[in-house]
């Protein structure tokens, strides 16, 4: 898994299967993921930009994101997620996330 922080530089990262990104982020200390809920998608403390080609690859946004996504900073339509909402899968093995300049 691949995390660009808001200056463009990139970090690469080996992550479980199962793991949420959110855990992935905190696991490996990557810096701009707050996730001040836990995890529980009750805020929007851990917001990312998926890289375009990977949209389609993930599960869709299902209604409780999409309302905590409302509290986000500069959400994205299309390209913002919750990474406490993204479980990773064998087929997500190189996803790659842009991190905000800043969380709320």
């Not at 200390?29 to 929007?44: F, H, L, M, R, V």
Request: charged content about 25%; glycine content about 6%.
């Amino acid at each position: 898994m691949v995390f660009v922080d808001s200056d463009g530089n990139d970090t690469a990262v080996s992550v479980k299967a199962g793991r949420t990104v959110m855990e992935a982020t905190r696991d490996n200390n990557i810096d701009g993921i707050d996730a001040e809920c836990g995890g529980a998608c009750a805020c929007a403390t851990c917001h990312v930009y998926v890289h375009p080609d990977w949209v389609g690859k993930i599960p869709s946004v299902e209604q409780a994101e999409q309302d905590m996504l409302e509290f986000a900073l500069d959400p994205n339509p299309e390209l913002s997620r919750l990474t406490c909402q993204i479980k990773v899968t064998e087929d997500l093995d190189g996803l790659t996330v842009t991190l905000p300049d800043t969380q709320m």
